[in-house]
């Protein structure tokens, strides 16, 4: 919340016009045009561009694709979102050192069908633990019928009874989890009665898309609307943003007037659609190794990923190569070389770059 609020100041601060509470209905690829839906009024806009970041439902995307939108695709994965107070984790020498700044990692637990992932938020006395607690879609723990779609309301004993066989560290952070408030879209959503605030989600991503944008160069689909992926490369928003920063250099007025809007959108997903497919293919092998169940191939697992943090690169590098040639799985996140190329790359400077070519 705190970075779309930044967000959102900042388009004010622009002059943008944001509207709350509109529904889009319809999607005009030829003038383009977009048709939206409040209360019982609809109104239609026009424009140069129409950008669809309306996420992994996307219905710009439909628009744009008909049938040949692949739809989400859904795994069997779920996953709670859940917070625990700075003061509560302080106030256990159990916890604590977990909310040490000295000490800021991410932090992962590995359980048989079952993973903790989480990392503190925000700072001073605003301070949160931000767990990601991922599950199986099915098991003993469900109180309830499953319905179509997620998120839904779950309780915080719901949440616990999944990782009773977790570390005692595990289970005296989940002991602190507190209640959210709980948004009424998703209980109208959902016909389910209100818990403690936290939601769960069920992991889903995209296949590859035959294209982002419309024959045309005036419609575009970026972000999980184009590419959405599991977050197992913990890079789901952080590609969606690089898409922005990307896009916004390409339609710089001097840009536009010089090439115009067609061949801009054209090199835009040319720049971007490769790298995000391998993002999506890299997060979607590292699910299984994830959440292997009991047995050899976990145990071989754990045994080679004490060398995820091994300084010799080519160590790491070969413990990761050896996990994938046994057959056991891929665990990308955390390889040294694969996350250099994940997260130290510079979309604004290759842009740039694009942008010179085009023009020599």
């Known amino acids: 919340m705190d970075y779309l609020k930044v967000l959102f100041e900042e388009a004010v601060r622009r002059g943008t016009s944001i509207k709350l509470d509109h529904r889009v209905i319809g999607v005009d690829l030829n003038m383009p045009a977009v048709t939206v839906q409040t209360n019982d009024l609809t109104r239609t806009y026009e424009a140069d561009l129409i950008i669809g970041a309306d996420g992994v439902r996307s219905h710009t995307r439909t628009a744009l694709l008909g049938e ?59 301070a949160q633990y931000n767990l990601v607690l991922v599950h199986p879609e099915k098991d003993d723990h469900t109180e309830h019928d499953l319905p179509p779609r997620f998120p839904r309301p779950a309780s915080i004993s719901e949440v616990s009874a999944h990782y009773v066989d977790f570390c005692a560290e595990v289970k005296s952070i989940l002991s602190q989890v507190v209640g959210e408030d709980e948004s009424d879209y998703w209980i109208e959503q959902t016909a389910l009665a209100r818990k403690d605030g936290i939601l769960e989600w069920k992991l889903s991503d995209l296949d590859e898309l035959p294209t982002w944008s419309s024959f045309n160069g005036r419609v575009i689909v970026i972000g999980d609307a184009s590419h959405a992926q599991r977050p197992y490369m913990s890079a789901g928003a952080s590609t969606a943003v690089e898409d922005a920063v990307a896009l916004g250099e390409f339609l710089k007025a001097d840009n536009i007037a010089q090439y115009g809007l067609k061949k801009l959108i054209d090199a835009f997903v040319a720049l971007r ?26 145990a071989r697992r754990d045994a080679l990923l004490v060398h995820l943090g091994d300084e010799d690169r080519q160590e790491c590098a070969r413990a990761m190569a050896q996990l994938k040639d046994e057959g056991i799985g891929e665990f990308n996140f955390g390889h040294a070389d694969v996350m250099d190329w994940a997260w130290g790359y510079d979309v604004a400077k290759e842009a740039k770059e694009v942008i010179e070519r085009m023009a020599s």
């Open 68 to 126: 040949a939108d692949p739809g989400l695709r859904p795994s069997s994965i779920c996953a709670y979102r859940a917070l625990v107070p700075q003061s509560a984790m302080n106030a256990h020498e159990q916890r604590k050192p977990f909310m040490d700044p000295a000490n800021a990692n991410v932090d992962v637990w590995l359980g048989s069908g079952h993973l903790v992932l989480a990392y503190p938020v925000r700072s001073g006395l605003d």
């Open 273 to 298: 659609k490769p790298r995000t497919s391998k993002l999506q293919r890299l997060s979607a092998a590292d699910s299984a190794c994830w959440s292997l169940d009991r047995g050899l191939a976990q």
